[in-house]
């Protein structure tokens, strides 16, 4: 089981609608979470991060946490062309006992989103 | 304000020639360092952590090593490079406070 899983699309959606951006985490420990964007040839960005369950609002982005579920998600309300890109989920894994292991950011492989006109 | 930079952009090396990857970060003292890689349609792989000068701890053990000979200089190195190298690698550091990742521009390596 991969420790960070999105569907990869890609997800269509026209101008101006609502994109749901859905991850999933497998690892309870996990404690904060990370969405990142990704342009293509580009760097990951970074759009928002959550710690607590429930919403959390930026702009046109909000993030949300449901630690029960294990599940993470992200609403980019009124899209863009301009938000097509592949959006990257992360989460981190808190260290192993007795692994001498240290909290690592782990990725899923991202969900490209296409918003067209 | 805090920037990574990473260089080169871009590369293209033949299959066993050796490789150096650089990053270096500005306006912050001793940050945690991240090698990452990212192959053609996948997602980002983490490959070596560094807490601090000479400290490099090993995700994926492979024919790559890691250095930090300064506080903030963080290099990727390889003796031979393999096929399977290609990929995009991104350099990145981590805010203490918040636990954001932030990523250089990346290296594009192409090994033919």
């Known amino acids: 089981q991969k420790e960070v899983e999105q569907n990869s699309g890609p997800l269509s959606v026209p101008e101006g609608a609502i994109a749901s951006l859905n991850c999933t985490y497998s690892d309870r420990g996990s404690q904060s979470f990370f969405w990142y964007r990704q342009y293509s040839g580009k760097s990951p960005e970074l759009i928002m991060f959550?710690?607590?369950?429930g919403d959390k609002e930026d702009g046109r982005f909000t993030a949300q946490l449901n630690k029960a579920s294990q599940y993470v998600s992200l609403l980019i309300r009124d899209s863009q062309p301009s938000d097509s890109a592949t959006y990257l989920c992360a989460a981190w894994a808190p260290p192993r006992r007795f692994s001498g292991g240290y909290n690592k950011l782990i990725f899923g492989a991202g969900t490209r989103l296409a918003v067209h006109p | 304000s805090q920037t990574i930079h990473q260089w080169p952009a871009t590369l293209v090396q033949p299959v066993g020639s050796p490789l150096s990857l650089e990053c270096t970060v500005e306006g912050t003292s001793n940050p945690n360092l991240y090698w990452y890689r990212q192959a053609a349609g996948r997602g980002l792989q983490l490959l070596f952590y560094?807490?601090?000068?000479?400290?490099i701890s090993s995700e994926v053990p492979q024919n790559l090593s890691a250095s930090r000979p300064q506080d903030r200089q963080f290099i990727l190195s390889s003796k031979k490079l393999l096929l399977s190298d290609s990929g995009f690698y991104l350099c990145a550091w981590r805010d203490r406070y918040t636990g954001e990742l932030f990523f250089g521009e990346g290296s594009r390596l192409t090994v033919l």
């Open positions: 959550i710690y607590s369950n």
């Open positions: 560094s807490v601090g000068i000479g400290q």
